[in-house]
């Protein structure tokens, strides 16, 4: 069954410095989400793309974070310079394509630690 | 952003004992989606309930979307080890974007 590549799975990470996470989607899924999820809480969406534009990075704190998916296919999700209230798991999913009704597969996630 | 509440937060049950998560909006929903996450996993879709009163059901799992289309639950009937994780509801107002409740955790004690 195909799955969400994403790494790395884990990444540790002085503050100040820049981290960048990497995700690949489902093959043919045009849709394709970054999250964050705070121990303990929901995944909260940063970015949400279609094929390779942004449909919504409203709550992606652009003074400090970047993604793109130039080709439309694979992600990079970058945080530079990293913050100790950083700390969380990063997960991309992706969909077939926008909208209601869309199954939203989820990776592995990648945990980010920043001391 | 959307505020989608869920309760409650944490649930120790006996195993064989039932269990129910709700989730409630302010707002009506388009659809809203359940996922469930194992401790270190990431979350994995359970189902989607799009109707007014709809009921689903998966083995020992039943689902209900509210005929406001304001909340929704999730039920578990005689719970097994294997059902331990969290379980999130996933709400879309528009059709476009979907907002996690906070979650629900469930112990299940043998």
């Known amino acids: 069954e195909a799955e969400v590549a994403q790494s790395p799975r884990y990444k540790i990470t002085e503050k100040s410095q820049a981290v960048a996470f990497w995700c690949d989607p489902i093959?043919?899924?045009?849709?394709l989400y970054w999250y964050r999820q705070i121990l303990g809480q929901g995944p909260e969406l940063l970015v949400q793309?279609?094929?390779?534009?942004?449909?919504?990075d409203s709550q992606l704190p652009k003074d400090r974070f970047s993604a793109e998916r130039l080709k439309g296919v694979d992600s990079t999700l970058k945080i530079q310079p990293a913050e100790l209230g950083d700390s969380a798991m990063y997960l991309c999913?992706?969909?077939?394509?926008?909208?209601?009704?869309?199954?939203?597969?989820f990776g592995p996630g990648t945990r980010l630690l920043v001391l | 952003g959307q505020q989608v509440m869920q309760i409650p937060q944490y649930q120790h049950v006996q195993e064989g004992e039932d269990f129910t998560t709700y989730c409630n909006s302010s707002?009506?929903?388009?659809?809203i989606q359940w996922y469930k996450q194992r401790p270190g996993g990431h979350p994995v879709f359970l189902i989607q309930?799009?109707?007014?009163?709809e009921v689903k059901k998966q083995k020992r799992l039943t689902f209900q979307f509210g005929e406001a289309k304001k909340n929704s639950s999730l039920h578990i009937t005689a719970t097994q080890t294997t059902d331990v994780g969290t379980y999130f509801c996933?709400?879309?107002?528009?059709?476009?974007?979907?907002?996690f409740g906070t979650g629900t955790s469930l112990t299940v004690i043998p």
């Open positions: 999913a992706s969909s077939l394509s926008q909208g209601q009704r869309e199954t939203q597969y």
């Open positions: 093959s043919g899924h045009a849709t």
């Open positions: 793309f279609q094929d390779e534009s942004v449909v919504d």
């Open positions: 707002t009506t929903l388009s659809n």
């Open positions: 309930l799009v109707k007014s009163g």
């Open positions: 996933a709400a879309d107002y528009t059709g476009n974007q979907f907002y």
